[in-house]
């Protein structure tokens, strides 16, 4: 795994805003999403599928699946992220291996490489059984500075003072 300089604060507010809400966001609750750990560079996230997931075969719809390890790497992208910066994806992909049947899903994203600008993440998502069901991976950008300003609060937490310098004219 990569390499990080953790900023506490940023893992506190991810902690704090877990405790509030184990799905961490309104698209984690509406899909029944759990997340089970958050730390630079790593996150895992877990679902029980059921009828409301389903494609028209049965399945558990390949989008649902796609949103579980997109969660995943997304939480573990701005753990690794200082409170001044936000974090988007540039590029993301899955592959499917096996179809899911429902139940269990546990998403496992980490960090590959870790750079100034860029980083890519991989995501594994498992089935109850264990079986490796897809791998996704992600190119997610850091952004900082004024392009960042105002999109650096997570959703129900509070906002600890910025150590931004601001521009004064």
């Known amino acids: 795994m990569a390499s990080f300089l953790v900023s506490e604060t940023r893992v506190s507010q991810l902690d704090a805003l877990r405790r509030k809400d184990a799905a961490m966001m309104p698209l984690g609750t509406l899909m029944g999403f759990e997340v089970e750990s958050v730390e630079p560079g790593a996150a895992n996230v877990k679902m029980i599928c059921d009828q409301r997931h389903q494609n028209v075969f049965g399945y558990t719809h390949g989008g649902t699946i796609f949103t579980l390890a997109d969660t995943a790497i997304g939480l573990a992208h701005i753990a690794s992220l200082s409170p001044e910066e936000t974090g988007t994806t540039v590029e993301?992909?899955?592959?499917?291996?096996?179809?899911?049947?429902?139940?269990?899903?546990?998403?496992?994203?980490r960090c590959v490489k870790r750079g100034q600008n860029l980083s890519f993440f991989e995501c594994d998502v498992f089935d109850e059984r264990d079986r490796l069901i897809a791998r996704a991976n992600a190119t997610m950008m850091a952004i900082r500075d004024e392009r960042s300003a105002g999109r650096d609060v997570l959703h129900k937490v509070e906002a600890e003072p910025s150590s931004r310098k601001k521009e004064v004219l």
């Open 92 to 109: 993301s992909k899955i592959n499917y291996l096996r179809p899911a049947l429902g139940g269990l899903l546990r998403s496992e994203a």
